[in-house]
């Protein structure tokens, strides 16, 4: 079997930005606003069309079995707004993607959007993860490290502040993807340099912490390959022994996961020459942030498994564990 990890709904029905649309007016002519759920309109038939003509058909296309799958990364906009906003946005994104498992139930596992906000206590993040897991059946979430939208206000991600979502992820045996927004900084486009860069800043919070010590089973994945970390492994390394922080791999790898989101056999190759295959999980974030087809190899750059099938050093058994064997170890809820 091959599972695919990282996958976003970026193809909904047109109601789901329109309902946006008609938060972001409230909120233009209130900044507090306190927004209320509704309802959103959007049938089966609306959900069938929007999959089956795009993540289906490109799971069939290129060998696939099951996307593990979460709302539109770069449309959660936590910044947007307060906690009513976001609360009200993400129930109705989370509320999609259990219809969408539900009517694809052999192609697609849920992942929850948190509904956070900028030096917000986490709360109603909280509730939300009791409400996907527990009432939902959702395996797992994707953690914003930056609510702001590229302005960092918020605690980094070993600060206590934190420590009531971890919990709360220990509790439900789930990992969470840390996976930043769209950015609302000029100098940062969302997603090239504000995505990697997130990517490098939530892992170096977390190498630089003690808070695998507090919380020895807390799983994250770092995800579009780990951003420059696999390429500068040995600066993190050599920073982690210089500031006695020990060996970086016993440190860290019990609990970071790296996607296998790089889009061209050479960092596909890196990756998989400079971290533990243990810690790598196949990803291809279709239909997200590279659409188009590689000239120089006329497949689509996200077609990821071609890379991986493609590495001339990977045994078959490892290869295995990328497409198939870790993931389930990171996700135990997905056995169900």
């Not at 329109?18 to 959103?40: A, H, M, N, V």
């Not at 206000?153 to 600060?159: A, E, T, V």
């Not at 930043?180 to 504000?194: D, Q």
């Amino acid at each position: 079997m091959i599972i695919d990890c990282h996958g976003h709904y970026t193809t909904a029905p047109a109601e789901l930005g329109e309902y946006r649309e008609k938060q972001k007016s409230e909120l233009k002519q209130d900044p507090g606003f306190q927004t209320s759920k509704g309802i959103l309109n959007i049938t089966d038939d609306q959900i069938r069309e929007s999959i089956q003509n795009n993540q289906l058909k490109l799971q069939q296309e290129r060998g696939t079995d099951l996307t593990i799958f979460s709302p539109r990364a770069s449309w959660m906009g936590h910044h947007l707004g307060n906690e009513s906003t976001s609360v009200a946005w993400t129930e109705h994104c989370n509320d999609l993607i259990r219809r969408v498992c539900d009517l694809f139930p052999q192609n697609f596992a849920p992942v929850a959007q948190l509904p956070q906000s900028p030096n917000v206590t986490p709360q109603a993040v909280v509730r939300e993860l009791e409400r996907t897991v527990n009432e939902m059946g959702f395996i797992g979430c994707n953690l914003n490290p930056d609510p702001s939208g590229g302005y960092w206000k918020d605690k980094p991600l070993h600060d206590k502040f934190w420590y009531p979502i971890y919990e709360k992820m220990i509790e439900l045996n789930i990992p969470a993807m840390i996976h930043v927004s769209g950015s609302c900084h000029e100098c940062f486009h969302t997603t090239s340099s504000y995505y990697l860069s997130a990517d490098t800043t939530a892992f170096v919070h977390l190498m630089m912490s003690d808070l695998f010590k507090d919380f020895p089973d807390l799983k994250f994945i770092i995800p579009h390959g780990g951003g420059a970390v696999p390429y500068h492994w040995g600066r993190f390394r050599g920073i982690a022994q210089d500031q006695g922080l020990g060996d970086l791999e016993e440190r860290v790898l019990n609990n970071i996961y790296f996607d296998t989101c790089v889009y061209h056999q050479e960092g596909i190759d890196l990756l998989l020459d400079v971290i533990p295959t243990k810690n790598i999980l196949f990803a291809s974030e279709m239909i997200g942030a590279v659409r188009g087809i590689d000239p120089r190899t006329g497949h689509y750059f996200d077609d990821t498994k071609r890379y991986i099938d493609g590495n001339t050093k990977l045994s078959a058994e490892e290869k295995q564990m990328i497409f198939e064997g870790n993931t389930r170890a990171v996700f135990p809820r997905l056995q169900a």
